[in-house]
């Protein structure tokens, strides 16, 4: 069992390049997240989903674009990398929002992305 | 305020010492907390789900005091390996509204 994949583990791109973060997950959950941490700080919700077909914006969703054509995908796509997206963004997944063990948050390993 | 605020850090604590941290919420409504882990440059990982009248788990205890909106987690006997970042998580209402705290470092030394 898998959980959750995130690709790359590093990347590191020009001002103004684009590219996609890939997630999967194989535990079949509802929910998947996508966060950003910058150093010292704790993790900010850019986007998330509810299940396949269904995205919304979290609290910094500026420069991204999201998708969930299906339950175990969930790639991030920035498209003007800007400095200011310099971080670490983890992939997550939970089965559910309620109360539970389904609330459980399992993360991928993280991406390293730095805008230079 | 801040929606979730955690106890400032770091604290550098002697292997075997009792330690604690508190996280507190301003959201009344919010109804789930968890501590999770997370190990430089590493993902958080699950550490207890704290709810009702809180938890134990081995040396970790977890506590929720609703009247005072906070949480707080006891680690009894530290060891070296508990030397990590923990992460309070509040969630309140829908899939959105799950928020981390800043984190509260520890780092246990010999």
């Known amino acids: 069992n898998a959980g959750v994949t995130q690709t790359p583990k590093f990347r590191i791109l020009k001002i103004g390049q684009s590219m996609t973060l890939q997630c999967t997950q194989d535990?079949?959950?509802?929910?998947m997240y996508w966060y950003r941490q910058d150093p010292g700080m704790g993790l900010k919700l850019i986007y998330y989903s509810v299940g396949a077909g269904i995205t919304d914006k979290g609290e910094v969703p500026n420069g991204y674009n999201v998708s969930r054509s299906t339950t175990e995908d969930f790639p991030l796509r920035l498209e003007l990398a800007a400095p200011s997206q310099t971080s670490v963004y983890f992939c997550?997944?939970?089965?559910?929002?309620?109360?539970?063990?389904?609330?459980?948050?399992?993360f991928g390993s993280g991406t390293q992305l730095s805008v230079l | 305020r801040k929606e979730v605020e955690q106890d400032p850090g770091p604290f550098n604590v002697p292997e075997g010492a009792t330690v604690a941290f508190n996280c507190t919420y301003s959201n009344s409504a919010s109804q789930s907390f968890f501590w999770y882990r997370q190990d430089c440059r590493k993902e958080p990982k699950l550490l207890m789900s704290?709810?009702?009248s809180g938890n134990e788990d081995g040396r970790f205890t977890a506590q929720l005091n609703r009247a005072s909106q906070y949480i707080s987690l006891l680690i009894r006997d530290s060891k070296l390996s508990d030397s990590a970042t923990y992460l309070c998580v509040v969630i309140t209402g829908t899939a959105s509204k799950l928020t981390f705290g800043t984190g509260t470092r520890l780092q246990v030394t010999l």
């Open positions: 535990m079949n959950h509802n929910y």
């Open positions: 704290v709810y009702s």
């Open positions: 997550a997944s939970s089965y559910s929002i309620g109360p539970g063990d389904n609330e459980k948050l399992f």
